[in-house]
T-cell receptor, first 113, second 115 residues
Framework: DQQVKQNSPSLSVQEGRISILNCDYTNSMFDYFLWYKKYPAEGPTFLISISSIKDKNEDGRFTVFLNKSAKHLSLHIVPSQPGDSAVYFCAASYTGANSKLTFGKGITLSVRP | GAGVSQSPSNKVTEKGKDVELRCDPISGHTALYWYRQRLGQGLEFLIYFQGNSAPDKSGLPSDRFSAERTGESVSTLTIQRTQQEDSAVYLC?????????????FGNGTRLTVT
C-alpha cells in the first residue's frame, strides 16, 4: 500500500507563476518530511525538509507547508522557472526509522517559458 | 567534491543470469542505502547499511537479492537468477549520519534491463 501518495502525476505552469505540488500520507507515525527533485538520468537531489513540529519551512523560492491533521503537505515554488522542470518526490520517515525514507511516485513539473 | 558513483550506468542481461551492481558512496558517509525505481513507480527501499552492517534488509524483494558493504565504503548489490520484473533503475544513496540527520545523496543509478 502507498503510504505516501502524490496523486497528480504531472503539473504544467507558466514561468513566473506559482507551482503547488501536493502530497498526502497515511501513516500517522511519519514525523519528518522531505522533497527531492530529479532530472532525467540523474539521481534525486534533496530540496527541502520539514519536521512535524513545524507547519512551514522556507528556503528561497521553495516553501513546504505541513497540515498534520489532514496528513497533507505541499511544496510551493515561487516564482517558477524553466530550470525547475523536473520530477518532484515527496518522502517521509518516522522516529526510529533512521533506516529509510518512504517515497511517493513523483510529480512531473513542466514550467513553460 | 566527488558524489556517489554507481557502475555500470546501464546493464542488459538475459533472464536467469546473475548481476552485480556497484556503489561508491561519498567518503566518510556512514549510512548507505539501496533503492530501486520501476517504471511509473516511486522509489522503493531495498536495504540500509550503517557502517558495514545491514540493520534493515526489509526491502529486499526475495532471497535472490543480496548486498554487502566493505571497508565502510563500497557496496555491491547482487541479483541472482534475474527475472524480467527485476528490470528497474537501481539507486544508491549515502548519508553522513542517516536520513533523519542529514540528506541522502543519490548516485545516477544503474538501469537494469532483463530480457
Amino acid at each position: 500500500d502507498q503510504q505516501v501518495k502524490q496523486n497528480s502525476p504531472s503539473l504544467s505552469v507558466q514561468e513566473g507563476r506559482i507551482s503547488i505540488l501536493n502530497c498526502d500520507y497515511t501513516n500517522s507515525m511519519f514525523d519528518y518530511f522531505l522533497w527531492y527533485k530529479k532530472y532525467p538520468a540523474e539521481g534525486p537531489t534533496f530540496l527541502i525538509s520539514i519536521s512535524s513540529i513545524k507547519d512551514k519551512n522556507e528556503d528561497g523560492r521553495f516553501t513546504v507547508f505541513l497540515n498534520k491533521s489532514a496528513k497533507h503537505l505541499s511544496l510551493h515554488i515561487v516564482p517558477s522557472q524553466p530550470g525547475d522542470s523536473a520530477v518532484y518526490f515527496c518522502a517521509a520517515s518516522y522516529t526510529g526509522a533512521n533506516s529509510k525514507l518512504t517515497f511517493g511516485k513523483g510529480i512531473t513539473l513542466s514550467v513553460r517559458p | 567534491g566527488a558524489g556517489v558513483s554507481q557502475s555500470p550506468s546501464n546493464k542488459v542481461t538475459e533472464k536467469g543470469k546473475d548481476v552485480e551492481l556497484r556503489c561508491d558512496p561519498i567518503s566518510g558517509h556512514t549510512a548507505l542505502y539501496w533503492y530501486r525505481q520501476r517504471l511509473g513507480q516511486g522509489l522503493e527501499f531495498l536495504i540500509y547499511f550503517q557502517g558495514n552492517s545491514a540493520p534493515d534488509k526489509s526491502g529486499l524483494p526475495s532471497d535472490r537479492f543480496s548486498a554487502e558493504r566493505t571497508g565502510e565504503s563500497v557496496s555491491t548489490l547482487t541479483i541472482q537468477r534475474t527475472q524480467q520484473e527485476d528490470s528497474a533503475v537501481y539507486l544508491c544513496a549515502s548519508s553522513l549520519l542517516g536520513v533523519r540527520n542529514s540528506p541522502l545523496h543519490f548516485g545516477n543509478g544503474t538501469r537494469l534491463t532483463v530480457t
